[in-house]
Every structure is written in C-alpha cells, then in structure tokens.
C-alpha cells in the first residue's frame, strides 16, 4: 500500500492546519480490473460517493453543514452518505435532526447501536427510505438495514450492517449480507457501512465482499484508522472513517469527564465535548460498477474554528 499522508495539522502552527482544510489524503489507487459480477446496469457508472463519519451532537451536525459546500465545491460528490447514529446529544437521532441532514443533500443516513436509543425515532425509521439501521437486526424492529437512492440515472445501494462482538445485533453480519445485497436488486453501486467495535470483524467483512460492492466502511470507534485501500478484487476498503464531532474531547465526550472516569472508577455523567470540531469522511471515486477506483481520507476542521482553544 502507498503511503498516505492524512491532511492534519501538525506542530507547525496556524498556516499549516490552514493548509490543511480541505486537504485529503492522496488517494489510494485500485490495482487491477475485475469482470464477471452481473450487476444488470450499464457499464459505465462513473461516480463518486462521500461518506461521512460519525455525527457526534450538534456540533457534530453544524460542522458537517458548514464543511460542506466547500466539500461539494473540491470533490463534486455523486452521492453523500452519513453516519448519524450520535447526532442527537451524542446518543441517537431524533427525526429533527434527520430531516436537517437530508435537507442539506444528504442522500442516505446510517446508524448503528444507538439506532434506538430514542423512542421518537421509532416510526421515523418505518417511514423515511433513506435513513437505514442495520440489517442484522432483528427483522420485527423498527426500520430498514438497506435502501437505493438515484442521481443522475445512478443508483447507489446503501447497506448498514452491525458487529455482533461487543455490540447487541440480532443476527450474523457474514450471513445476513446475502439478502441484504439481494434486496437492494440493480444497482450501480454498493456502499456497506459496518458499525462495530472489533476491527478482525470488519476487516474480514472487507475480505468477504471484496469485488461484490464498492465500498466497505467502517464506523464507530470515532477514531480514523490509516488503512484505507482498495483491495485486489476493487473494492474500497477502510476500518474506521473517524467521527466528524469535538477531536479535543475523548471520542465525543468532554475530556474531564472521560478522564474522572477513568481515574475514580465511579460514575460520571457525560456531555458532548464541542472543541475542536473536524470532519472525518473518505471519498471513493468509480469508474465500473461495483468497482472502486480509489478511496481518499478527508480530515477537515470545522471553518473558521479556532483551533486549541
């Protein structure tokens, strides 16, 4: 794998995190052609997908609206994808905040284990196509684990699935993926985000469904991991996106509180931290379908936000 660079500031003051902003990493090229998967679309698809790593509260959400139009105006995205499963004080996602996030342009919403933390979000889930959770939940629970959304005659399939190694899911992730990817039916593209804990878990997701989708995902550890490839078959690959939220607290939550906690070993309540908002997203470029072409790591701090304060 090529050496990538992840566009954050380091000790070098002020005008290299300026620099810095709307700098990706250097994308991270597919090898080789792959054929043979019948994906009943046309053969020329070329697209690009933004996904956006998890909303942490509601500077989580500010720092998304406000990073992107710079981020449409850069990249030109076909489709943008989000993880919203914290955006709601840090747990959950509350129909307001929902309808604010596809009102941006947001093409499709993904969640994870606190898909159900609020009961308001509940029928929501039944009645919106484009916010799924994930699909190895038990299939009497509210929602969808997939869904399709088209642009410019493309469509793209968004599949959520959960781990099942520290997390609450109710079935396999490697034997529900099958009918998740059946049900989605023609389609240019196909994005799985994979919400877990354990790293193996996604890793070996990566493998399973290597040159069946475009991209595979990872969410939730809210931390940005530097594996970001396409892998042989041509699909994109990546452990952890990162979250998009307050880098200066402790994955989200206000570092003093974190840090009591550690220390005492006794309950503390947690706040959503709100210093020094980033967002962390990658973007997968394609230009065959089912087919990724590279995948580039976004870190981007929040506009006209003091940093270190």
């Known amino acids: 794998m090529a050496e990538r660079g992840v566009g954050e500031p380091q000790a070098g003051g002020r005008q290299a995190e300026e620099d810095s902003q709307t700098r990706g990493a250097t994308p991270t090229q597919g090898g080789s052609e792959n054929t043979g998967v019948d994906v009943g679309v046309s053969e020329s698809s070329e697209s690009s997908i933004l996904f956006v790593g998890d909303l942490v509260g509601s500077v989580g959400r500010r720092t998304l609206l406000e990073c992107l139009p710079a981020l449409r105006e850069q990249h030109d995205p076909t489709f943008v994808v989000v993880n919203g499963e914290n955006v709601a004080g840090g747990l959950g996602i509350t129909p307001k905040a929902a309808n ?32 799924v959770r994930p699909f190895n939940y038990l299939r009497g629970q509210p929602g969808r684990g ?72 990872g969410t939730h550890t809210h931390v940005p991991t530097a594996d970001g490839r396409v892998l042989p078959g041509g699909t994109a690959y990546i452990t952890d996106v990162g979250m998009t939220g307050p880098r200066g607290g ?22 959503t931290s709100d210093d020094d908002p980033w967002l962390m997203a990658v973007l997968v470029r394609a230009s065959k379908p089912r087919r990724a072409d590279s995948i580039e790591q976004i870190l981007m701090p929040r506009p006209n936000q003091a940093h270190g304060h």
């Open 250 to 271: 402790v994955i989200g939550v206000k570092r003093e509180q974190a840090v009591q906690a550690l220390v005492t070993q006794m309950p503390v309540r947690f706040q």
């Open 146 to 217: 997939a869904c399709v959304v088209e642009k410019g005659g493309l469509r793209l399939g968004v599949v959520n699935l959960s781990g099942n190694l520290f997390l609450k899911a109710g079935r396999s992730a490697f034997t529900e993926i099958d009918p998740a990817l059946r049900e989605l039916g023609e389609v240019d593209h196909i994005l799985v985000d994979m919400h877990a804990e354990a790293t193996s878990e996604k890793v070996a997701l990566g493998w399973l469904l290597d040159g069946r989708v475009t991209a595979v995902v």
């Open 100 to 131: 604010e996030i596809l009102a941006a342009g947001v093409d499709a919403i993904t969640l994870g284990n606190h898909a159900y933390h609020r009961r308001e979000i509940y029928p929501y889930l039944d009645e919106q196509p484009k916010i």
